[in-house]
């Protein structure tokens, strides 16, 4: 795959989780990019990324985080599918009408952008998605994202025409609004 592999993380590999998510909140889109702030996120124990890596690892159910690697090692790029369930409601506090995957933490660092990092990221979050069952993948973008929402157009989602405000509890980012893109199973 053009000098990169894409595959799931392992638990053991929460420092390379916690470096790349660190990088990605300080990339320059990073403020309608991600509900997270790098000081909120840098000032989270180890416990908190030992956590998350574990649950997004190869034996994890409701969540899965892929990287793509390129040869040494070196992490270029990460996405992760959560799994929503019909029934339920969304972070948002909205409820899901259909089992779903939503596709939260994208990145790829600058010098890999614009190849196959991204399509593969993708490629192999919804695979897994369709693997474990679920009807459709989304994503949200913010409006002015217009770099996100050129990549993921690229990569099968459209606009499903919804609207998500951005609900209390995510502090600077409470009472902004993102795009839903989707892509159907099928």
Known sequence: MNGFVVRGIRADEWRLAKALRLEALKDSAADIAFLETYEDAVARPDSFWQERALGAGEAAGGVRQFVAEAAGGEWVGSVTVLVEEA????????????????????????????????????EAGVEWAWEVGLERVRLLVHPENLRAQGAYRKVGFVPSGVSVPVGEGFGDFSGEVEIEFVRERG
Do not use: K, M, N
């Not at 939260?104 to 890999?112: Q, T």
């Open 87 to 122: 029934g339920s409601v969304d972070w948002a506090g909205l409820p899901v009408e259909r089992r779903q995957g939503h596709v939260v933490g994208v990145y790829v660092r600058p010098e890999w952008r614009g190849g196959e990092v991204t399509p593969g990221l993708f």
